[in-house]
């Protein structure tokens, strides 16, 4: 499963985007999403398109995987 957290200024695109039923609030006001799904390639860029606005909480994989991708895209932009 994959969980991810996304900040109250980008709630409608969590309405827009994925299931009613598994949407829902925390005490924060941050949009909570639980996925049931697989790991894909294509979702890591998609996640990372909402930039500082969404975090996953759960998988560990999927967490590492958002976290590595990141890393690679700062390397292309820290170079001298």
């Known amino acids: 499963n994959i ?11 969590a309405y827009d985007l994925f299931d009613g039923g598994s949407i829902y609030h925390d005490s924060d006001n941050n949009v909570i999403i ?20 969404i975090e996953v909480m759960e998988s560990d994989f999927f967490r ?9 895209v700062c390397e292309i932009y820290n170079k001298d």
Do not use: H, R, T
């Open 3 to 13: 969980v991810l957290k996304i900040k109250p200024e980008l709630a409608y695109k």
């Open 34 to 53: 639980k996925m049931k799904g697989y790991f894909a390639n294509w979702l890591v860029g998609y996640i990372l398109s909402f930039g500082d606005f």
């Open 64 to 72: 590492e995987a958002i976290k590595n991708q990141a890393y690679k």
